[in-house]
């Protein structure tokens, strides 16, 4: 079976862009997490969806970043008017129910600011 | 807030060495604990899991075991191969949450 997917793999924008990031989990998970993994540093939480409802936005670092997963499948993250700083690995994971199940990691997207 | 602490790598290891990797949290409640693994140019694996105090995750000759007295979840291999070099991440999941808490990872090298 098919693991979580992300795409694309690699992206590089120049500063003030906006970027566009989707992942597709595994068919049937019902939560869907994001996280950023800045270069040597393990991945820190962004956001988290029950389905389509987004439970937990409190790791989004400003209000340029917005996620979304409209029917309850695949995700999207938009960051806004990109910034240096937000260069890092983006990665998706999804889990089969929303009681502590094990994380499923997609293999990312590194994004690139120039 | 719940924060995981890992030990500063590189760590370098000769093939069939003893491996470990220290861990220790903070956390309130009762955390899950887990392990994974990154291979070079790969996506983030779960290598193992605890849920409860004195529980012992294993896999691939891995283990760990969950001490609550010590808020620890040390990783140890009694004999690594070249092909466990990798970067290796503690996390946590705490009651009531659902996202991971990571710490910075511990990269391991295994020489021949």
């Known amino acids: 079976g098919a693991g979580v997917s992300q795409s694309p793999r690699y992206k590089v924008a120049k500063r003030g862009q906006d970027v566009a990031l989707r992942c597709d989990p595994i068919?049937?998970?019902?939560?869907l997490f994001w996280y950023q993994q800045a270069l040597g540093q393990g991945p820190e939480f962004l956001t988290y969806f029950q389905n389509e409802a987004q439970l937990d936005k409190s790791g989004l670092p400003s209000d340029r970043f917005f996620a979304e997963r409209p029917e309850g499948s695949v995700s999207t993250l938009k960051i806004q008017r990109t910034q240096q700083e937000d260069s890092a690995v983006y990665l998706c994971?999804?889990?089969?129910?929303?009681?502590?199940?094990?994380?499923?990691f997609g293999d990312g997207t590194r994004l690139s600011i120039l | 807030g719940d924060s995981v602490t890992q030990m500063e790598g590189p760590v370098t290891l000769s093939e069939e060495a003893f491996l470990t990797i220290n861990c220790t949290y903070t956390?309130?409640?009762?955390?899950?604990l887990f392990w994974y693994v990154q291979y070079p140019g790969e996506g983030l694996q779960l290598l193992l899991k605890a849920t409860k105090a004195d529980d012992k995750g294993s896999n691939k000759g891995f283990e760990a075991t969950y001490r609550k007295e010590t808020t620890s979840f040390h990783l140890e291999k009694g004999s690594v191969q070249v092909s466990d070099s990798a970067v290796y991440f503690c996390?946590?999941?705490?009651?009531?949450?659902?996202?991971?808490?990571f710490g910075t990872g511990t990269r391991l090298l295994v020489s021949p």
């Open positions: 956390a309130t409640g009762y955390p899950s």
């Open positions: 996390a946590l999941v705490n009651t009531g949450f659902q996202k991971l808490v």
């Open positions: 994971a999804s889990s089969l129910t929303e009681t502590n199940q094990p994380q499923h």
């Open positions: 068919s049937g998970h019902v939560s």
